[in-house]
């Protein structure tokens, strides 16, 4: 299956679209396209200039496991709206954020989440950041959509 064909059977399964999901997916996959974006020093760059230099790796006939969140469309800017995983390798050796997959041989499971606790940082940084200056859905877009 496709991560497009992963995605759809989630889809089928869950019994509302309003629910936050996590989701693991352990199994062997053909091909794991992730990426891995440098670790960051203050000042932060925002995301979308960060991941233009991003190590993308392609990873062929592994073993490992998928795993991540499905986010109501109403979290945006809070969360990514959709699905959002990463993967790692059996060995733990490898993995990131994932861009796209095949898998041949897989188990699939689902966890309906309904508690969401956002916890803001009390740091002067966090208090002057410019949050609001910046088109947030492009740059999701942007960098959720690369591959």
């Known amino acids: 299956m496709s991560r497009e064909e992963v995605a759809a ?12 999901y996590a989701i693991r997916l352990i199994g062997s996959f053909d091909i794991v396209r992730t990426r891995t974006v440098a670790r960051q ?3 932060y760059r925002p995301l979308i200039e960060v991941t233009r230099g991003e190590q993308v790796r392609q990873w062929v006939n592994i073993s490992g496991t998928i795993a991540g969140f499905r986010t109501p469309a ?3 800017g809070i969360g990514v709206p959709g699905g959002h995983v990463r993967f790692i390798d059996d060995a733990r050796q490898g993995g990131g954020h994932v861009l ?11 966890c309906v989440g309904t508690d969401l606790h956002l916890a803001l940082p009390l740091t002067r940084a966090f208090a002057r950041a410019d949050l609001a200056g910046r ?7 942007a960098t959720e959509r690369h591959r």
Not at 135 to 141: A, G, L, T, W
């Open 74 to 76: 109403y979290e945006r």
């Open 9 to 20: 059977l989630v889809a089928s399964l869950v019994p509302s679209q309003n629910l936050l």
């Open 100 to 110: 796209d997959f095949t898998t041949r041989r897989a188990s699939l499971e689902l």
């Open 41 to 43: 020093d203050p000042p």
């Open 135 to 141: 088109d947030i859905d492009r740059e999701v877009e």
